[in-house]
């Protein structure tokens, strides 16, 4: 029973494509996150949403466009890839906006090639 | 961006030792996190304190909150091989996000 699942598990592409990762979560929560973990295991926050509404917009390149089409999938689509794109992306969720326990998913890690 | 440095950053030792992990920040967090990350695997939640002080207790692992909430330790005792794992703390703003320190690599060896 798997709480927040994100696929693929690892993507491999060329510099200069366009690429989703998909994650569920099946724990009813309302918020969900996208964070990026970089080589160095820095594990920072790119977007989050409620009841798939935007909340959280990090300082991120505008290649990077966040999905939901339902509070229990928020996708990420990555346009025109870059090799500093490189990294394990995670999503998690949250029961509630001001709810302090994340639930993370196993991680997708991209490889820009 | 609100920045928590972790030291140390790796730190390797024998079973059965002792070791603490430091969260430090010049921010004032509304709470603060602990997290364990195994290889492979997303981050799952240690603990979480809120209160200027706190002291919290989960098995061989004793959390801190400091008195000025701005940081936190993470001390285990007798480690075990199943300790192994990256540790991150996260602190939380008043609007509730998070920003995660930069991580203590732990390896302990049989």
């Known amino acids: 029973d798997t709480a927040v699942s994100q696929t693929p598990k690892y993507l491999v592409t060329q510099m200069g494509n366009d690429k989703s990762i998909k994650c569920e979560q099946n724990?009813?929560?309302?918020?969900m996150y996208w964070y990026k973990q970089d080589s160095k295991k820095f594990l920072k926050i790119m977007f989050s949403y409620n009841n798939k509404e935007l909340i959280i917009n990090e300082t991120v390149p505008n290649r990077f466009s966040p999905k939901s089409p339902d509070k229990a999938h928020l996708n990420l689509h990555i346009n025109s890839l870059e090799l500093g794109d490189s990294a394990v992306y995670f999503c998690?969720?949250?029961?509630?906006?001001?709810?302090?326990?994340?639930?993370f998913g196993p991680g997708t890690r991209l490889t820009v090639l | 961006t609100q920045l928590l440095e972790q030291s140390p950053q790796f730190l390797s030792i024998q079973e059965g030792e002792n070791l603490t992990v430091y969260c430090n920040s010049s921010s004032v967090f509304s709470s603060l996190q602990w997290y364990r990350q195994e290889p492979g695997e997303g981050p799952v939640l240690l603990v979480t304190?809120?209160?200027?002080?706190e002291v919290k207790k989960l098995k061989r692992l004793t959390f801190q909150f400091g008195d000025a909430r701005k940081d936190s330790s993470l001390h285990i005792t007798a480690a075990q091989t199943g300790d192994t794992g990256l540790y991150l703390c996260a602190g939380a703003n008043t609007g509730n996000q998070f920003y995660f320190g930069t991580g203590t690599s732990l390896t302990v060896i049989p």
């Open positions: 724990l009813g929560h309302d918020t």
């Open positions: 998690a969720s949250s029961p509630l906006v001001s709810s302090d326990t994340q639930y």
């Open positions: 304190v809120v209160t200027g002080g």
